[in-house]
Structures are given as C-alpha cells and as structure tokens.
C-alpha cells in the first residue's frame, strides 16, 4: 500500500532554515511527483509547489520563489522540502502528498498524503 | 491564479440532516475540481475528484455536482463521523489553489 512517511516536528528560530522528508513507499518513487501543502495553525490549506521524482523538474507558487527547494533523493525513494529565511508567519504543518494516478492530468489530485510535520517558528 | 470561493466558511448541522457546500472558481476549471475532508491533527483526506466522482471507500451519501464555475458538495444524512472542514481544490492549473474551507459542526 502506498505510504508517505514524514519527518517529525521542528523548532527553528527566525532567519534559520528547515528541512522536511518524505519517505515513499508501496510504489515505483520516480512515477510520480510530490507536491507540498502548507497549512498555518488554525488555517487553510496553501499548496507550496511540486517536483517530479522522475527528473528533478519543480514548479514552486510563487510565493515560495527563492526561499523554497524541492528535491528527491532516487535511492531512497525521499523526497525532500528546505524552506529557508523562516518567519514566525511560517509556523505550520507542512504536508507531502502524492498523485491519485499516474498521468499528467492526475497531478493535482491528490489521493495520498503524509502525516504531516509541524514546523514551529519561534526566537 | 484561480481564485476559490467557498461557502460557506461553518455550518451547524443535526446527524441524518442534509448539507451543502458550494465552491466557486474564478474561471473555467472544466471538472478539474477535488474535495477533502480534514479532521483536526490529520491530513486531508480525498472524497471527491473531477467534481462528481466519488473516490474509493468513499461512502455514497457524498456527491458533487457542477455547473460551469459552481461547485456543490452535498452530504446526504449526515453522519458523527462526518463533522469536520471540508476544502474544495482546482486540479485545472498551477498554482493549484484550495477554498477557504468549511467547518461542519454538530447542532
């Protein structure tokens, strides 16, 4: 079965950077992308960007531009989110989430989701 | 970027009642609108995707419907289980954008 297993919670003071994983399993990692979804305490859902596992391509909002990587580690089936230059505005559950199916048109369809990890900011 | 508006932002509802939650984008999205359903510490779950399809082991007193920039999300005889926030999301383009959300409450 699919499973997306996330990193556990972080406490970074401002200016500093965080790091979160998500370790895939249950399926063929480079066949799908990973797309990243923020959601401040007691807030909506904000979608940060998207890498495919297949070649590395990223498409970040625009928002996030230049203070946002999306990687993926092959070997270990991991995909990774850095976030840098933290604010107290940045505390939230970040999200990693996979596409339903495989296709192109699936990719904002999002049928599996990590647990979630909370990333505290705060001096 | 594809604005959402959803409706509204909370609700009060009785189990075995009836509830519906509309979601308006800001342009033609065609049917490539998803729903979630969020309870509190956990991670949105997929109920609903190309506005009408019910995703598996999604009980069948869910349904979506469209009419071109509208989208309804009914939950026919409410369940306990079914009290929490629910989010509609655009799948059309990026930046992929989500409603604001609405929180269905027991009454």
Known sequence: QVQLVQ????????GASVRVSCKASGYTFTTFGISWVRQAPGQGLEWMG???AYNGNTNYAQRFQGRVTMTTDTSTSTAYMELRTLRSDDTAVFYCARALRGSSGW????????QGT???VSS | DIQMT???SSLSASVGGRVTIT???SQSIRSSLNWYQQKPGK?????????STLQSGVPSRFSGTESETDFTLTISGLQPEDFATYYCQQGYSTPRTF?????????
């Open chain 2, 99 to 107: 409603g604001q959300g609405t929180k269905v409450e027991i009454k």
């Open chain 2, 23 to 25: 979601c308006r984008a």
């Open chain 1, 118 to 120: 909370l990333v505290t």
């Open chain 1, 107 to 114: 990719s904002g369809v999002w049928g599996y989701w990590g």
């Open chain 1, 50 to 52: 998207w890498i495919s």
């Open chain 1, 7 to 14: 990193s556990g919670a972080e406490v970074k003071k401002p």
């Open chain 2, 6 to 8: 959803q409706s509204p």
């Open chain 2, 43 to 51: 991670a949105p779950k997929l109920l609903i995707y190309g506005a």
